[in-house]
């Protein structure tokens, strides 16, 4: 079964919520807090409003971020999954390491997803069966010279010294979505990416379906099985590599990373 109309309402619905992200962005930044310690900003908000009008047709299910979640999409056979603003800390710094991120799971695997970077008009699509697509110049920040792993990590846990024993192992980068890090793994940007801290199926389900898609893999470190639309959606881990990195990576990478 080919998604290919699918995945182009989903590039078309992230093409607008990049016109929304604009226009706040130059903006001066207001932010709430959420319970959980994470930030929330109007535009997370009209953004998740934007792709939930646009993306689910009769019979879908809806996972976001930023909505209520509603158990009937566990007995939806497709759901979208999406995260409105992955990296929220980012936007409200300016930094330009944010993302809108967008998947459509079938019968819970995911068949398709997009993850853009407005801050660079960098667009990531595709899905198994639909090949990858990249748009725009993404631009990591790896040595073109080293010859050691590209690895990317969360900037919150770089900023914390978590993978500072892997300095003179890979080349290490900080990120503020972890969405976009899965994109630049499955466009070969980076080899791979890894966090040993709880992920939501929204901040991973489309960088999952771009990995795929490249002939890469995903996997949750800490163990387990990748099992999509759960009534609790949340990993303790998340990790992927390029096609063929997962193992030259897991040398470097200590015993509880692999």
């Given amino acids: 079964m080919s998604f290919a109309d699918e995945l ?6 992230v093409a607008a919520a ?4 604009r226009r706040h962005a130059a903006l001066p930044s ?10 929330v900003t109007a535009a997370d908000h009209e953004v998740d409003d934007l792709l939930r009008g646009t993306l689910p ?9 930023e909505t209520v979640d509603d158990a009937r999409r566990l007995q939806c056979a497709r759901v ?36 853009g970077n407005p801050a660079t008009d960098v667009v990531i699509a595709g899905g198994p069966g639909l090949g990858l697509a990249i748009d725009g110049r993404p631009e990591p920040g790896f040595g073109a010279d080293d010859t050691r792993p590209r690895l990317l990590v969360s900037r919150s846990e770089w900023r914390r010294g978590e993978w500072a ?37 929204w901040d991973v389900a489309a960088g999952a379906a771009l990995v795929a898609a490249a002939g890469g893999e995903t996997w949750l470190p800490r163990g387990g099985h ?17 096609p063929g990195r997962r193992h030259e990576l897991a040398r470097v990478w200590p015993p509880s990373s692999r």
């Avoid at 182009?8 to 619905?13: E, I, L």
């Avoid at 929220?88 to 993302?99: G, L, N, Q």
């Avoid at 999509?228 to 998340?238: D, E, G, I, V």
């Fill in 80 to 115: 979208w999954v999406v995260d409105p603003l992955d990296g929220t800390r980012a936007f409200v710094a300016r930094r330009p390491e944010y993302s809108v991120s967008v998947a459509l799971l079938v019968d819970g695997v995911p068949v398709l997803g997009v993850v």
């Fill in 57 to 65: 047709q009769a019979g879908d299910g809806w996972l976001s971020e």
């Fill in 165 to 201: 024993h892997l300095d003179a192992a890979v080349q290490l980068r900080p990120c503020g979505s972890v969405a976009y890090e899965l994109a630049l793994v499955a466009g070969g940007c980076a080899d791979a990416t890894v966090t040993l801290h709880p992920k939501h199926e």
């Fill in 30 to 39: 207001e932010y709430a807090q959420k319970s959980d310690g994470g930030l």
């Fill in 226 to 242: 990748l099992l999509w639309n759960r009534s609790r959606p949340r990993f303790l881990s998340f990790a992927a590599a390029g």
């Fill in 18 to 21: 990049f016109v929304v992200l």
């Fill in 8 to 13: 182009q309402r989903a590039r078309a619905a």
